[in-house]
């Protein structure tokens, strides 16, 4: 991958173009810098519901309208918001990109916020809400946030509950859009068959200077707490889950304690895999993972077994955990490397793995981090640096969160 060209439009939008030979389409990322970390509590799924809203009309296009122009260019539009940013998807043929930005910066300067689209989206939302409360293996994960998170922004659902969305006004959306949605706070990747100057000139003209921008919003910092929480519904499945803090993205321990958790749990050649699964039959599924933020991260540990296996498999995640930070191989370490190397350089094999890269570099480190800058600093680790890694994330008392595994229903410390 060639380095992008950057440049800045006159309403301060930041703007990388990563030329692709021999493709035919474009991907567009348009990257908020926010997410619902950002959100205040009363107001919690606010960032999720922009970026549901945003798609259900602007001043010049209904939701029909905008469905239809993508698609009738065989286009595809689509978007996701995390705790810590908001993505706008776009990926259609080259010569369709000026359809492309015209409809995204339809989308995000004009919003339409109509009351009554407003109040179908949040039933939409509430339908979401309830299929992942239905699905112990995802809902899970936000208890565990909680768990982590208490009282913070960072520990609430994504989603928002019942009577958070209830609250959510067409002027929320609007300051919301005011705050964090200005120029000067969004970040723009295109790759593909694209020409540099050609891109800027789109971007200028669909996202234009709107009033004076206030302060850039801040995130409360990562505060990480040990704790429980246990759900005993009747599962077929238990699903266990643990988490530690874990460094952040800036933190020089980053990439060794990422390398630590994928050769513990990043596939099936890893040692919870091998121990849990293969060995003694105690889980389906078993891996871990790291979550980095800019300023913390939490590295999480999940399994799905039988109910009663949950405590032997429990503990032998421990012992296969604490295992690692005395006697992590310097084969596992390499092994973990190539994984995460090649899923590097495999992601960036084609437009949108470019354009997500791009984006997603610019906005935690403020400039392109090139693929050899990024596999030189995975050879640097040593093993005993990804056993101190671990061991630094391992002192830690876990936050822990249960569904079906007969843990007492009850939410307590540590």
Known sequence: MKAPSIGVTRSGLRVATCPVAGVETVAINLLAD????????????????????VFKGSERRSAREIAEAVEDVGGQLNAWTSRDATAFHAR???????????????????PRFD?????????????????????????????????????????????????????ITADDLRQW?????????????????????????????????RGTPGPRPAAEAVRFTAGRHDDNRRCEQAQLTLGVPAPGHHEPGHDAAMLFA???????????????????????????????????????????????????????????????IADLSQAELDRARAQAVAGLLMALEGPQGQADHVARCLAVHGRYLPPDEIVT?????????????????????????????????RRKAA
């Open 262 to 324: 994928l050769a513990v749990g990043g596939g099936m050649s890893s040692r919870l895999f091998q121990e849990v699964r293969e060995s003694r039959g105690l889980a389906y599924s078993v891996s871990a993972a790291i979550t980095p933020y800019v300023d913390g991260g939490l590295m999480s540990v999940h399994a799905a077994c039988a109910r009663t296996e949950a405590a032997a498999a429990r503990d032998l995640i421990d012992t296969v955990l604490h295992g690692a």
């Open 377 to 409: 600093r995975l050879e640097a680790v040593t093993v005993e640096a990804a056993r101190a890694a671990g061991a630094a994330m391992l002192a830690h008392a876990p936050a822990r969160a249960e569904i079906g595994a007969g843990g007492g229903g």
């Open 34 to 53: 926010t997410g619902a970390r950002f959100e205040t509590a009363p107001l919690n799924g606010l960032a999720h519901l922009f970026e549901h809203m």
């Open 115 to 167: 009351a009554a689209e407003l109040e179908r989206e949040k039933h939409v939302v509430l339908q979401e809400l309830g299929e992942a409360r239905d699905t112990p293996d995802d809902i899970v994960f936000d208890h565990l946030q909680a768990v982590a998170f208490p009282h913070q922004a960072l520990g609430r659902s994504i989603l928002g509950s019942e009577e958070t969305l209830a609250a």
């Open 92 to 110: 259609m043929l080259a010569r369709d990109l000026p359809l492309g930005f015209d409809i995204l910066g339809d989308m995000l300067v004009n």
């Open 177 to 209: 859009r005011d705050t964090h949605y200005q120029p000067d706070r969004l970040l723009l990747a295109v790759a593909g068959r694209i020409d540099h100057d050609d891109v800027m000139r789109l971007a200028e003209a669909a996202f234009p200077t």
